[in-house]
């Protein structure tokens, strides 16, 4: 089964900074891999996703995420977050051997001060 | 189109008491997640369903724990006898086949066991 490690536990940053938000999952075979935020007291929506094909994806709220393949990572950035920017942060892994289980890592807890 | 519906929003029982939690997925969506999410843990994938069937229980916690999908719209989580260890946040979440796994959250239950 896939695995899923996320960089930083809690990241703190001021309004217009750039973040960055590490990725890496352990499965040697085809992937689908995600990224999912939970504001405060609220379920987890879906940022971004990627299949196939390019591997620099766009999402909402201004965020893109680049697989690499070659280093099993896909990083989530975004040039410049905003204060409603705070939430947590999941990377997760399926793959279509594992019944599209997904795999979610434990979360990056994002707070961006005004 | 309607998101994934979970009822009750939040619940408070004794221990000892039974606690039944309840999903609807979106229509036409053929897999259905039932997740715990705790400090602790973060999110653990409790048991998935295809067309209704249990396809893999393995992370239902002990035997106090039941999940059954009578049909395709509704589907129950239940806990009986409740324990304070049970208190968590319960997400259902739906996804459709063909679709590379995507799946869709509900609001989720906070369970909180006294």
């Known amino acids: 089964a896939q695995s899923v490690s996320q960089h930083n536990h809690h990241v703190i940053l001021s309004e217009a900074a750039s973040l960055e938000l590490g990725c890496n999952y352990s499965?040697?075979?085809?992937?689908?891999l995600f990224w999912y935020v939970q504001y405060p007291g609220q379920h987890l929506q879906l940022l971004l996703k990627?299949?196939?094909?390019?591997?620099l994806v766009k999402g909402i709220k201004g965020f893109e995420a680049e697989f690499i393949k070659s280093k099993f990572s896909f990083n989530l950035r975004k040039p410049s977050v905003q204060w409603s920017d705070t939430a947590e942060y999941f990377c997760a892994v399926n793959a279509p051997s594992n019944d599209y289980k997904l795999s979610f890592g434990a979360g990056t807890t994002v707070t961006v001060r005004a | 189109d309607a998101g994934v519906i979970q009822s009750p929003r939040h619940e408070v029982t004794e221990m000892g008491q039974e606690v039944t939690l309840r999903c609807k997925p979106i229509?036409?969506?053929?897999?259905l997640f039932w997740y715990r999410q705790t400090m602790m843990r973060g999110l653990e994938l409790l048991i998935y369903f295809n067309n209704n069937v249990p396809i893999d229980d393995s992370g239902m916690p002990e035997d106090r724990f039941s999940a059954k999908m009578p049909n395709a719209s509704f589907s129950t989580l239940k806990i009986q006898p409740s324990e304070p260890r049970d208190s968590a946040v319960y997400f259902c979440?739906?996804?459709?086949?063909?679709?590379?796994?995507?799946?869709?959250f509900g609001p989720g239950t906070r369970l909180t066991v006294t």
């Open positions: 990627y299949f196939s094909g390019d591997p």
């Open positions: 229509s036409g969506h053929d897999y």
């Open positions: 499965y040697g075979g085809t992937v689908n």
């Open positions: 979440a739906s996804s459709r086949t063909g679709t590379h796994g995507e799946q869709y």
